[in-house]
């Protein structure tokens, strides 16, 4: 496989200071499998990758999609640690530092990737943040690295249109509640259901303005490679080509693989391949490339290698092969045909090629 293109990569031990409790999955060593995982991908195309120095956000970066009370909320928390916030959440003496650290390299590397200075990335960082809201930390997240990435891309570059696609194994609540109503920002999640945090339901599309804005690909345990390759070419594909972003944000969970002891999926290398892919070919369609992956959940060393692998071959592969022409069919009486039916009964109207 010829590889000439080249990708930014955001990966510092720092995002190991946020230090988990015994037995907790969201642990330090996630980061351990994907930093093997670049560093075979370094070897195999020398020259393919370059790094990017991480950077704290601001306050005021913040501020833009969490509630002042939060913030200093977390801020607080780590005086008494080590403790919890919720029966799932954490906190360690450095963990403020590092998810400020996590959430500024989201905004970074989308701000370098908008100015043109990059062209693409992937931020090998924790902790995840689909889960946190404005005012509440939740799900091992703390702040939401993606969300305050959007806001600073529309606050300070000026980018209209976003489109934000969640492939974490969980619904992102967070991410959603925090745009579902703004119409400039599509946020589309693929997620098994029913699954912790217990929201994402098809019917949940936005309020007010934003209808339409929320497209959620609710699906049962058990879907694998052939069951996510169909949704990203029957429903995301089109309703992404449709609204028509100006930069993608992909929160790249790789708790979906048929590895990982948290979900119930699965996915293989071969899908998050081809999910890759897809994501890639409607940037490069939409919005001239402007993609940038952050990583969320992953709980299995298997899972977080092959999945990091997946994404950085599918970005950085020379001429790849259009997987938009070529649709899998939807068997009658499947899942599969469950789940698009499902989506289309809500946004047949929002978007033509989905209907």
Sequence with gaps: MAVTRRMHVVEDPRFRDHVAPDGHPEKPARLLAVGEAISQWDAHAPGSLERLQPRAATDEEILAVHSAEHLRSIETAVKSAPGRLDADTYVSPASFDVARLAAGSCVDLSLRIASGEIDRAFAALRPPGHHAEADRAMGFCLFNGVAIAARALQQQAGIDRILILDWDVHHGNGTQHSFEGDRDILYVSTHQFPFYPGTGAAGEAGTGEGIGSTLNIPMPPGCGDYEYIAVFQHLFAPAALEFDPDFILVSCGFDAHETDPLGSMGITRTGYFAMTQIVREVAETAC????????????????LAEGTLSVLEGMLQDDPESLLS??????????????????RDVHSGHYSGIA
């Design 288 to 303: 001239n490339g402007r993609l940038a992956f952050i990583l969320e959940g992953g709980y299995a060393a298997q899972g």
């Design 326 to 343: 070529n649709r899998l069919e939807i068997p009658d009486g499947s899942n599969l045909a469950d789940i698009v039916r499902a989506v």
